[in-house]
């Protein structure tokens, strides 16, 4: 499965570079770290942010409750088709994360208890992750958990540092994780939870 998990994240990042921004796909272990907050009730609304291939996907899979409601966003319509047939039990939905409001408004919900996120930060502008944070906090349920993760290699990039400080300025607590060594590249990840009122910041 990992050979043909490459090929399947080969092709995305030559179709869009800047939408995949790894060098290959995430590990079962990382993908088991991100999904450490999934709750496990029945009435559980769970929301994964770029998908990929699945490996985060499975993780979440494995650990939430057959009967709650799981929503994964992938805007490549090859991973997303090729992530439906893989996991049945999830709705892929292939559109732009900052779209989430809508989508869980047409599943008649309005918050999620988890918010997993794989999607490269580093990659996007400050108007783009300033945009989708704004989105993360309005549906994040009380006492739900938003969880993602950034590249050892990265963390001193401006863009990666930037992110870690709007982390902290919208959450009241912001969890790094050890590092996550089989993985390439190592990866640390982020577990924020308790949105602070009034951390909204411009678009």
């Known amino acids: 499965m990992l050979g043909r998990d490459l090929l399947l994240f080969t092709q995305a990042w030559w179709r869009s570079p800047r939408h995949v921004g790894a060098v290959a796909p995430s590990s079962i272990v990382l993908g088991e770290r991100l999904a450490a ?3 496990a009730g029945d009435d559980a609304v769970i929301v ?3 998908a990929g291939t699945g490996a985060v996907t499975a993780g979440i899979e494995h650990r939430r409750s057959p009967r709650s409601t799981f929503l994964a966003f992938e805007r490549d319509g090859e991973l997303a ?3 439906t047939w893989r996991i049945p039990g999830v709705r892929v939905i ?4 900052r779209n989430l409001r809508t989508h869980l408004a047409e599943h008649s919900l309005s918050t999620a208890d988890a918010v997993v996120c794989g999607l490269p930060w580093a990659n996007f502008s400050a108007h783009e992750q300033a945009d989708l944070l704004n989105t993360i906090c309005d549906v994040l349920a009380p006492g739900g958990a938003f969880t993602t993760f950034a590249y050892v290699h990265a963390l001193v990039l401006p863009a990666a540092r930037r992110f870690h400080a709007e982390l902290a300025v919208r959450f009241e607590e912001v969890l790094p994780t050890r590092t996550v060594l089989r993985n390439l590249p190592p990866a640390i990840t982020y577990v924020c939870r308790r949105p602070r009122v009034g951390g909204r910041t411009a678009r």
């Open 81 to 83: 088709r090729q992530l």
């Open 94 to 97: 292939v559109d732009d994360a």
């Open 37 to 39: 907050v999934v709750p």
């Open 48 to 50: 994964e942010l770029g």
